[in-house]
């Protein structure tokens, strides 16, 4: 087997890897339902309960740097509202992002007392769901001539290509 034949090859396995690559979709959740809702007098488990979260989405927290925080917590500190044995400090700026990779409950509060006030959020993360199956729609007999048409095309632009390509490995 040639040089020429092994580049080919190559080239043809890495074509069919590019189609064959499926893309995550993922979300942005603004916590709170708006650009600044990490703050108390919000209802973040009615919020979270109208949500739909999955592995890969992210969770947005706007808020008062200078007053809040965000932290990570377990169940039990998210219940109690214990700020002192947080599993990870989120806050950054006051515009900050928490990606939500694995599907598990998780638990945030603010410190510096808001969480008695109601500054606490719990999302339930799912797995993501299988990519959806494209419908079949149905086409008229004039659209089905041209979608004919276009794939006989097709067939002869490749058999061209696989004839230019056989060509250049064996016969040249």
Request: charged fraction near 15%; include cysteine; charge should be positive.
């Amino acid at each position: 087997m040639g040089l020429r034949t092994i580049w080919t090859l190559l080239m043809m396995m890495m074509m069919m890897m590019v189609m064959i690559v499926i893309e995550v979709e993922s979300s942005l959740h603004r916590v709170g339902g708006g650009k600044y809702n990490w703050k108390p007098d919000v209802n973040f488990s009615d919020w979270a309960n109208h949500q739909r979260f999955y592995s890969g989405d992210w969770l947005y927290f706007g808020f008062d740097r200078t007053r809040h925080n965000i932290l990570q917590v377990n169940k039990s500190s998210y219940e109690q509202c214990i700020d002192n044995d947080f599993i990870f400090n989120v806050t950054r700026g006051g515009r900050d992002v928490f990606q939500l990779l694995q599907p598990i409950p998780y638990y945030f509060i603010c410190g510096r007392g808001y969480c008695l006030k109601g500054m606490k959020l719990a999302v339930n993360v799912l797995p993501q769901p299988p990519p959806s199956t494209p419908t079949v729609p149905i086409i008229s007999t004039s659209t089905a001539n041209t979608l004919i048409e276009s794939n006989a095309f097709t067939a002869i632009a490749t058999t061209i290509l696989t004839a230019f390509i056989f060509k250049a490995l064996y016969f040249d």
